[in-house]
């Protein structure tokens, strides 16, 4: 079984571009969670999508949203990027949401850039 | 916000040595998770606990959950080089969206010299 896929794996942007990072879940997976992770604070929850709809959301700014397909792909955009939007951002899936031992499994990460 | 105070920071141990690391929270959670990270990779999980007192192991590996809920600690005996990498402890509490949210200790990072 395929693992979870990101694309693109490094991106560089300028301040003020936006960005769309893709997630693709392991087969038969329908939860979909977002972190960004940077040397400074660690590994953050951005959101969690189950069936489409957002779960859960973390604590971030609005310029960082998201969105979860039919086929369980999914997507955040990052709008007006900042300096300190350089991070490496990591997709997970899981099969269900909410079940106590379901394994959450992490994708590659998206080194992300911003000059 | 909940905090978790992983330690120590970082680890520079001789092959064969055994490895201790802990993880504490001014919180309570209600599964205590541990993930290793290799370079360019994403977070692997290596143990997950989810009751208190709990004690589980995973071949060299052994995790346990604290009785106060607020403290686990992961041990790894005789290590080898390919124990190298990023060990981060996971807190997880149940949100309101309905979901278990997972808040990340900020790592330990383990070097093996042969």
């Known amino acids: 079984k395929a693992g979870v896929t990101q694309t693109p794996r490094y991106l560089i942007k300028t301040r003020g571009q936006q960005v769309t990072l893709s997630c693709s879940p392991i087969s038969g997976h329908r939860s979909v969670s977002w972190y960004q992770q940077t040397p400074g604070q660690g590994l953050q929850f951005l959101f969690e999508y189950f069936s489409e709809t957002q779960r859960n959301k973390g604590n971030f700014p609005g310029r960082f949203s998201g969105r979860q397909f039919s086929n369980s792909r999914s997507e955040m955009n990052v709008s007006t990027l900042e300096l300190g939007d350089s991070a490496l951002y990591l997709c997970?899936?899981?099969?269900?949401?909410?079940?106590?031992?379901?394994?959450?499994?992490f994708g590659p990460g998206t080194r992300l850039t911003v000059l | 916000g909940q905090q978790l105070n992983q330690s120590p920071q970082s680890m520079f141990i001789q092959e064969g040595e055994d490895v201790s690391m802990n993880c504490t929270s001014s919180s309570i959670f209600n599964t205590w998770l541990w993930y290793k990270q290799d370079p360019g990779e994403g977070p692997v999980l290596l143990i997950a606990?989810?009751?208190?007192?709990e004690l589980t192991s995973n071949g060299r590996l052994t995790a346990q959950f604290g009785i106060t809920r607020k403290d686990s600690f992961l041990n790894i005996s005789a290590s080898i080089p390919s124990d190298v990498g990023i060990y981060f402890c996971a807190g997880r509490s149940y949100a309101s969206g309905g979901s278990y949210i997972p808040t990340f200790g900020r790592g330990t990072s383990l070097i093996v010299h042969p």
């Open positions: 606990l989810y009751k208190a007192g």
């Open positions: 997970a899936s899981r099969y269900t949401s909410g079940t106590r031992g379901d394994t959450q499994y």
